[in-house]
């Protein structure tokens, strides 16, 4: 946890493709709250084994079949597409390779920065599957229960109007 006279924290999960858009808002709220922000992807397909005090994560992947890198890297792509959509904020940001399942290792980041806040994107507008579904497999909606800290959604694609919602079928 940081110590009480240390700046905030705004911890950001972000994803290759989507990362700008999110990391956009996040540094304008980090900005505004004179806080630090804290980039993280999370590799689902590996788990945590160890961290390393420099915060480098030691993975082992969870089907032992599929190749993988023992330390987590965070991706070069993804950074590049962090700072730029940085470019217009003032913030001193940071990133981090996370393995495991997206919600517990957000949640578990955030305990240990003690972070003021979540920063999470939604869905993609594409996805057609049930409620039930869309509100049992959503980062946010898990995030916002399973931890005490405020938990922002960035709206990725909104839907305007009478256009249909992630979870509506044609007809509904």
């Known amino acids: 946890m940081t110590s009480p006279n240390s ?7 972000v994803v290759p493709g989507t990362a700008a858009a999110v990391v956009d808002v996040a540094g304008g709220l980090a900005d505004r709250l004179g806080a630090d922000l804290v980039c993280a992807t999370v590799d689902a ?3 945590e084994v160890k961290q390393r005090a420099d915060g480098t994560v030691v993975s ?12 987590q890297v965070f991706d070069p792509g993804l950074r ?23 919600v517990q290792e957000l949640a578990r980041l955030a305990d240990q920065l ?3 806040m979540i920063v999470v994107g939604t869905r993609e507008s594409g996805f057609r599957g049930s409620i039930e579904e869309f509100f049992t497999t959503s980062v946010m909606v898990q995030l916002a229960h399973h931890q005490h800290r405020p938990v922002v959604a960035v709206p990725l694609h909104p839907v305007l109007d009478d256009g249909l919602l992630p979870w509506q079928s044609p007809g509904d």
């Open 7 to 13: 700046k905030p924290q705004v911890l950001v999960g």
């Open 60 to 71: 082992e992947p969870i089907n032992p079949d599929l190749p993988f890198e023992e330390t």
């Open 80 to 102: 590049a597409e962090i700072a730029g959509a940085l470019d217009s904020h003032p913030v001193t940001w940071s990133v981090r390779a996370l393995a495991g399942g997206p």
């Open 45 to 47: 397909s590996s788990e």
């Open 114 to 116: 003690d972070a003021a």
